[in-house]
C-alpha cells in the first residue's frame, strides 16, 4: 500500500487515504466517501469495518495472537494478576508497586454498596437472571453517585475503581438473593478474587476460606476476559460512551449486550449443550451431525469466532487451566469427557474444519466454574465483571480522543417510498 486507494464511483476516481497500524494492518480512511460521491458503503455486521483507532488490544485472528498493552496474553497469563492487568488496560502501562498499591486502596475503599442499593435488590422477582439484576443494578449505582453525571477528567481513577469494586460486590449480592441467602459484606483483608468467593459462598459467622487453586483460576479466567478489542459488548460501551453518557450507563449497555448466547452467554449455553447431550445418553456425536445438517437450528456452542480463524489463544490457557483445576479438586465430570469429544471430531471434521471454526475462550470455562461451584446463570456474570477493565479503558480512549464524535451510522434504505396518508375509512 503506498497511502493512498483509489476507488472508481459512478466512472469517476476518488483518492482515499490508508491508515497502518502499529502491528501493520491497513485500513482504509473513508471519512470523506460520502462527502465527496455521495456514496456509503454497506457492512452489516461491521466483518470489515473499522470503526476507531484504538491502542488497547491487538489481535492477529489468524496467527491466533492477543495482546493487551503489547504484551502476549499467554505471558500475562502466567505472570500477572487480574488487577494489575486491569490498571494496564486502562492505564496503558504496568503499575509500579506504588502505583498497584494505590489502585487496590482504591479498590477496597469502593467496594461497600450505597445501603440505599439494598431496596433495589428486594424488588427483583427470584427467577430474576443475574446478569438482568447486574446491567440494572450498575446503572442504579450511578445515582448514588450524582458526580458521575458530568465527571470530570480527574474523578475518572475513582470512578473506574469504584465499578471494578462494585460490579463483583452486586454479582455476588444478586447470586445470594436468587439463593434467598443473606448478603455477605465484603472483608477489607482480602484481595479482589478471593473476596468475590467470600461474598459468594461465606455465611454469617462461618467463612469460606477458598482453596488458593480456585482463587487462582478464577483470577485467570478474569485475566483472560479483560478485554478483546471491538467485539459486540465493547462497541456498545463506545456507541454509548460517544453520546457522553457517563461511565456506569455505558457500562450497563456492554453488560446487555454481553448477555447473548452469540457473545458472554455462550459459556452458560455451551454447560446447557453438554448437560443436554450428556443427559441423552449421547457421547456427542449425534449432537454434532444435527449441527451439521444444521437441524433445529443448532450450533456447537463454544466453537467459531469472528476474528480467529486459526485458534483462540485464550481457549489453549483455558483447556490447560481446566484439567489442573478438576485434577486439583479431585473433580471428575462427565460433561469434560463430553467436551473433549466433540473437541476431537469437530477438529477433524470437514464441516468444521472448512469453515475453520475453532473452540472458543467459552468451551471451557464453563467447566471449571462448575468445578469451583459458580451456578450456571452465574457464568456470563463472570464475564462481564473480567471484562469490566476491558469496557472501562475503552470508554477512557473516547472520553480522551479530541476528535471522537457521536457514532451515528448511515443506512441503505429499502422501505416504501413516498406515499400519501389515507383516511381510516378509506382503507378497509
Ligand atoms: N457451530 C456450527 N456452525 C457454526 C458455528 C458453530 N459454533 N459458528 C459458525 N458456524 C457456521 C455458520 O453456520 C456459517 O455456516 P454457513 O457458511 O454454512 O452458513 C459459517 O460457520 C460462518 O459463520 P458465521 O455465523 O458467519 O460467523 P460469525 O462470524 O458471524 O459468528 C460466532 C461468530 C462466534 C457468533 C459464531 O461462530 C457462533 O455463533 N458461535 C457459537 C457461539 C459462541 O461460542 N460464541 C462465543 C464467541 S467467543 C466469546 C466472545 O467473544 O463473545
Given amino acids: 500500500m503506498n497511502g493512498t486507494v483509489e476507488l472508481i464511483i459512478d466512472g469517476k476516481p476518488i483518492t482515499l487515504p490508508t491508515v497502518v497500524g502499529t502491528e501493520g494492518e491497513v485500513g482504509i480512511d473513508i471519512a470523506t466517501l460520502r462527502s465527496k460521491t455521495g456514496a456509503i458503503t454497506l457492512d452489516p455486521a461491521y466483518g470489515n469495518t473499522g470503526a476507531c483507532k484504538s491502542a488497547i488490544t491487538f489481535i492477529d485472528g489468524e496467527k ?3 495482546q493487551y498493552r503489547g504484551y502476549d496474553i499467554a505471558e500475562l497469563a502466567q505472570k500477572s494478576t487480574f488487577i494489575e492487568t486491569a490498571y494496564l488496560l486502562i492505564y496503558g502501562e504496568l503499575p509500579t508497586s506504588a502505583q498497584l498499591n494505590e489502585f487496590s486502596g482504591l479498590l477496597t475503599a469502593n467496594e461497600m454498596l450505597h445501603e440505599g442499593m439494598r431496596h433495589h435488590f428486594e424488588g427483583f422477582p427470584p427467577t430474576a437472571h443475574p446478569m438482568a439484576i447486574l446491567s440494572s443494578m450498575i446503572n442504579a449505582a450511578s445515582s448514588y453517585h450524582p458526580n458521575l453525571i458530568h465527571a470530570r477528567e480527574e474523578h475518572f481513577p475513582f470512578h473506574a475503581a469504584r465499578l471494578i469494586s462494585q460490579v463483583r460486590t452486586i454479582a455476588a449480592f444478586s447470586y445470594r438473593k436468587a439463593q434467598g441467602l443473606p448478603s455477605i459484606y465484603p472483608k477489607t483483608t482480602l484481595k479482589y478474587t478471593a473476596n468475590f468467593l467470600h461474598m459468594m459462598f461465606s455465611h454469617p459467622g462461618e467463612d469460606c476460606e477458598p482453596k488458593p487453586e480456585v482463587v487462582k ?6 485475566l483472560l476476559h479483560a478485554d478483546h478489542e471491538q467485539n459486540c459488548s465493547t462497541s456498545t460501551v463506545r456507541m454509548v460512551a460517544s453520546s457522553r453518557a457517563n461511565l456506569f450507563a455505558s457500562a450497563s449497555a456492554g453488560v446487555c449486550a454481553l448477555w447473548g448466547p452469540l457473545h458472554g452467554g455462550a459459556n452458560q449455553a455451551v454447560l446447557e449443550m453438554l448437560e443436554e447431550i450428556h443427559k441423552e445418553g449421547d457421547d456427542g456425536t449425534k449432537f454434532l451431525t ?3 445438517n444444521k437441524t433445529g437450528n443448532r ?3 463454544g466453537f467459531g469466532h469472528r476474528v480467529y480463524k486459526n485458534f483462540d489463544p485464550r481457549a489453549v490457557i483455558i483447556k490447560e487451566q481446566c484439567d489442573k483445576v478438576l485434577a486439583q479438586l479431585h473433580v471428575s465430570d462427565p460433561l469434560l469427557d463430553i467436551a473433549k469429544k466433540l473437541e476431537e471430531i469437530a477438529l477433524h471434521d470437514e464441516y468444521f474444519v472448512s469453515r475453520r471454526l475453532y473452540p472458543n475462550v467459552d468451551f471451557y470455562s464453563g467447566i471449571i466454574m462448575r468445578a ?4 450456571m446463570d452465574m457464568f456470563t456474570v463472570l464475564f462481564a465483571i473480567g471484562r469490566m477493565p476491558g469496557w472501562i479503558a475503552n470508554f477512557k480512549e473516547v472520553m480522551d480522543d479530541p476528535e471522537s464524535r457521536i457514532s451515528r451510522p448511515r443506512q441503505i434504505y429499502t422501505g416504501a417510498t413516498l406515499r400519501t396518508y389515507k383516511p381510516l375509512a378509506e382503507r378497509d
Avoid: Q, T
Avoid at 469451583?372 to 451456578?375: N, S
Fill in 64 to 66: 491466533g495472537v492477543l
Fill in 217 to 222: 483460576a478464577l483470577d485467570l479466567i478474569f
Fill in 290 to 292: 444435527a449441527v451439521k
Fill in 299 to 301: 450450533k456447537l456452542m
Fill in 372 to 375: 469451583i461451584g459458580i451456578p
